[in-house]
Nanobody, 122 residues
């Protein structure tokens, strides 16, 4: 029973940076694994990044590895995605998710946020 609200999306030039936030409420935040997915125009949804319940272990899609960083702040009940060196192909709606198992492979996603638009201009 967690609700998620993403924010921080917008328009950025190629090579720039943007930080997305996902605020959670209504659940035991510290026990959750969390992650980010994205869906670009005319494309299928794809995995971007995930973080385990402790916040100590992360994984990323090959397409964003080395450019994106995922983190979570248990005190603020907020998940973050720091996106650097952005490329036009990063343009998509980004959605955050929670997984109650705490496993960063996200075997049981229980909640999706509404999504926030990221547009990277060439």
């Amino acid at each position: 029973q967690v609700q998620l609200v993403e924010s921080g999306g917008g328009l950025v030039q190629a090579g720039g940076s943007l930080r997305l936030s996902c605020a959670a409420s209504g659940g035991t935040f510290s026990s959750l694994a969390m992650g980010w997915f994205r869906q670009g125009p005319g494309k299928e949804r794809e995995f971007v990044a995930a973080i385990d319940w402790s916040g100590r272990f992360t994984r990323f899609a090959d397409s964003v590895k080395g450019r994106f960083t995922i983190s979570k702040d248990n005190a603020k009940k907020t998940l973050y995605l720091q996106m650097n060196s952005l490329k036009p192909e990063d343009t998509a709606v980004y959605s955050c998710v929670v997984d109650s198992t705490g496993n960063y492979y996200l075997p049981e996603i229980t909640t999706w946020g509404q999504g926030t638009q990221v547009t990277v201009a060439s």
